[in-house]
């Protein structure tokens, strides 16, 4: 009987990747590519340009005639066996045991005693947080098809009041804040990064509407109703929930857009396109209003000053804005600007990575850090400086006109030298190349930081402080009236965009989820009551959480499964 194995070569290269087989199956072998032309082996006759850099070989063993597979002749088909599904899949879990298992043992050995008790140590509670959060997430997302962030909060909900979270060190306390913070910080610079400026300056009129409209009209229903159904809660308080609870979730919305839009729904009238595009901004108008309100609320002085306190904090952001990032289009220096000593002398390495590879990962770690920690430190130095309503927006803004410049940087150059050739030339990886290496960043850190963002948030949510209070019934008042409104707006909104009436109905269901913006600025509100505002503040900051939170809880899980739901059923399929 010949042999049945196959021997796959997988050679990859800086930007492709060339597979060659050689069969072994007991009669002559095959040609290769390249046999043809010149008689020769295209595996022993790399393509120039191209430098291998790791090769596989992979082996598949058929099954026998009779059905059954063959047992392993060879301890290396025995190894292989735990290349399988299962034995991957368990190898997979246990590494992320192991993960979990050396952190802790690492801060036991480094860290107090006291901070690593179970229950009651501040450092464990983190990092509990930290791990049953992540673990939660990804249950959710598996079982469910839900947002993991829901995941999450629940998990910081149940750890709060089983008392197994217990947050007293000052440093530690502290040290939740800054990750609250940052990770606030990395949601604007990605919705910066995120916009487009050619698709802003061509932004139909429906897009625009439905951008604007329902999220003010939602702010300023569920202001007016909190105003009157919450004891003792001011306009400015109110306003602030309200573009609190106006944003919707990009998180929740986009990839379930994206689902559709890959089956063929939603294509034929541009309707995915259309919420997508208009999602970005409703976020940018709620943090930016969001951070103008906070702005005025924990400013000191008397009523005119708290009224100028806003343009000034709208001044101060879009200046340094500006000027930040315009400074970070030209520094760091572009990739292909010579500043390199050893590529004047006409010197290479040889670590199998070209100069040109080693210049773009220099250049996104650079650009990265310098935007991150400009963001980061605009969004906590204005609070300290007495302007908390200018860091948010800074950073918005330096990120966009950043991202921008390196996009018109980089499409001047290649008009400038056409005869550059691209390592890539299909239309997937010109696509893929698209993509602002910047943002592969900071999605990793928004992946790190979600976990603490979204469970923390849940560890505010106390049921023995809930028990005998109207908290939630009123907050699901609040958060009802403004989606009525909301509803409302929209219709009107999008009226006259061509859309026939099921479009319109999809477009109300997707505009109703809310997760990501409500978990990064609710617990920074209450964080900035307990450093710079009264007792009453402090109140209405803990009801301003709480109110976040039941949206959340609310809409994201309705609003996930009304688009996977209704999305087939009221969206024209065109394919």
């Not at 879990?93 to 860290?111: E, F, G, P, R, T």
């Amino acid at each position: 009987m010949s042999n049945n194995r196959e021997n796959i070569c997988i050679n990859k290269y800086d930007s492709k990747i060339s597979i060659y087989g050689s069969f072994d199956t007991g009669g002559p072998r095959p040609r290769e590519m390249g046999d043809e032309n010149n008689g020769g082996s295209s595996a022993a006759q790399p393509q120039p340009g191209l430098q291998s850099l790791k090769q596989y070989n992979v082996r598949v063993d058929h099954a026998t005639d009779n059905g059954r597979g063959r047992r392993p002749s060879h301890p290396s088909s025995l190894l292989a066996r735990f290349d399988d599904r299962w034995p991957a899949t368990a190898a997979d879990a246990i590494a992320v045991l192991l993960s979990v298992a050396v952190a802790w043992c690492l801060l036991c050995v480094n860290v107090t005693p006291a901070l690593m008790a179970v229950p009651g140590g501040s450092v464990a509670s983190i990092f509990m947080l930290y791990a049953v959060g992540l673990a939660a997430g990804h249950a959710v997302d598996v079982v469910g098809g839900l947002p993991p962030l829901l995941g999450m909060m629940v998990a910081g909900i149940a750890l709060q009041n089983l008392g197994l979270y217990t947050v007293t060190a000052e440093w530690c306390v502290q040290l939740v804040a800054i990750m609250r913070e940052a990770a606030l910080s990395v949601i604007l610079i990605k919705g910066g990064l995120e916009m487009n400026a050619t698709q802003l300056r061509r932004l139909s009129g429906a897009v625009t509407r439905l951008a604007l409209l329902p999220c003010i009209a939602e702010a300023v229903a569920a202001a007016v109703a909190a105003h009157y159904i919450l004891h003792d809660f001011s306009w400015e308080w109110g306003l602030m929930l309200g573009f609190v609870l106006s944003a919707v979730s990009p998180a929740v919305l986009v990839p379930n857009l994206l689902k559709l839009k890959h089956m063929g729904y939603g294509e034929k009238n541009g309707v995915n396109t259309l919420v997508i595009a208009a999602s970005s901004l409703d976020d940018i108008v709620s943090i930016s209003a969001f951070g103008v309100l906070s702005g005025i609320v924990f400013s000191t002085g008397n009523l005119t000053s708290k009224i100028v306190q806003g343009p000034e904090d709208v001044c101060i952001g879009t200046a340094l804005g500006l000027v930040w990032g315009f400074l970070l289009i030209f520094v760091p220096p572009a990739p292909w600007a010579n500043v390199s000593y050893a590529v004047r002398k006409g010197q290479r390495k040889n670590d199998g990575r070209n100069d040109e590879e080693q210049a773009d990962q220099s250049l996104t770690a650079k650009r990265a850090f310098l935007l991150g920690a400009g963001g980061f430190l605009a969004v906590t130095g204005s609070q300290l400086c007495g302007y908390p309503g200018a860091g948010p927006l800074a950073c918005i803004i330096s990120s966009f006109v950043a991202g921008t410049g390196w996009k018109w940087r980089e499409e001047k150059q290649n008009c400038d030298r056409p005869t550059t050739v691209s390592s890539h030339d299909d239309e997937d990886d010109s696509a893929h190349n698209k993509v602002n290496p910047v943002e592969t960043v900071f999605e990793y850190i928004w992946f790190g930081l979600q976990p603490v963002l979204f469970a923390s948030i849940g560890t505010e949510v106390k049921f023995e402080l809930l028990k005998g209070s109207d908290i939630v019934i009123a907050g699901l008042l609040v958060l009802i009236c403004g989606l009525i409104v909301r509803l409302i707006v929209t219709s009107c909104a999008v009226w006259g965009a061509g859309l026939n009436i099921k479009e319109v109905i999809f477009i109300n269901i997707a505009w109703l989820p809310k997760a990501t913006v409500q978990a990064a600025l609710a617990p920074v509100a209450l964080d900035m009551a307990r450093m710079m505002g009264t007792d009453e503040d402090k109140e209405s900051a803990s009801r301003l959480l709480t109110i976040a939170v039941i949206s959340i809880l609310v809409t994201a899980p309705l609003g996930a499964f009304g688009i996977q739901w209704f999305g087939p059923r009221l969206l024209s399929y065109s394919r």
